[in-house]
């Protein structure tokens, strides 16, 4: 992105090093403002500082990379741009953490979770579902869960709360799936259950605790 800083080299690989930056010595024309206060420490969306022409150069840069890497024939073509640039994400995976709770995404590169009132790349409903499971009080219910995973169509009228849990013991009986299959954009409340120590989020199996575990969305004119 044409920029230039002076950086503090933390930790040198065979292909990769990091490290910090100290001072920013040229800036980019693609950066702007963020809207997010929390962008800098947050690894959810850690383009939000450029504008749209930057994000797709940066997202178009990244797939030429794996093709090459993989040593794959295949032309990259210009990135195909969201109507909007805020609040467009259909899916999210927020990890949760217990005593003290936390809720958020994870800082880059790490474990430590960044909390937000406001996420601007999520939907406004995805927001208000995840303000709900903040503010619900009774915390020892959900100390089984592990992941908030939401899923819904793209005119946010219908949404699956995902619920990935290490057992159902506390969350099956707990007040959060009534307060959750409440809200009106909300179709279906499902637990998966997953008991691996592991970093993947899906490797169980599913229980419906509340509603249905599908959406119906229509893209393209085609319904699925």
């Known amino acids: 992105m044409g920029e230039q800083a002076q ?7 065979k292909n990769v090093a990091y490290g910090k ?5 040229l800036t980019s024309k693609h950066r702007i403002d963020s809207v997010c206060e929390v962008s800098l420490a947050c690894g959810g969306c850690p383009l939000i500082m450029l504008d749209d022409d930057g994000q ?3 997202k178009r840069k990244i797939v030429e990379d794996q093709v090459k890497f993989h040593q794959l024939d295949v032309a990259v073509r210009e990135v195909v741009r969201a109507p909007q640039r805020y609040h ?5 995976a927020v ?3 217990h005593n003290p709770f936390k809720m958020g995404f994870y800082r880059l590169h790490s474990h430590d979770i960044v909390e937000f ?5 999520q939907t406004h409903t995805q927001n208000a579902t995840l303000q709900c499971i903040r503010e619900y009080p009774h915390k020892t219910e959900l100390v089984d869960v592990k992941h908030v995973v939401l899923k819904e169509n793209h005119n946010q009228t219908q949404m699956i709360v995902g619920l990935v849990v290490s057992s159902l013991v506390h969350i099956q009986n707990s007040k959060l799936i009534e307060v959750l299959s409440a809200l009106d954009w909300v179709v279906g409340v499902v637990a998966h259950v997953n008991t691996s120590g ?3 989020i899906f490797k169980g199996y599913d229980v419906v605790l509340w509603g249905s575990n599908s959406i119906i969305d229509v893209l393209g004119g085609l319904r699925f």
């Open 56 to 58: 797709a150069a940066v």
């Open 95 to 97: 990890p949760l953490q």
């Open 7 to 13: 950086i503090h080299v933390m930790r040198v690989e």
């Open 117 to 121: 009132e406001t996420c601007y790349v």
């Open 21 to 25: 930056v100290i001072e920013r010595l």
């Open 88 to 92: 467009m994400r259909n899916k999210v």
């Open 198 to 200: 592991g970093n993947a």
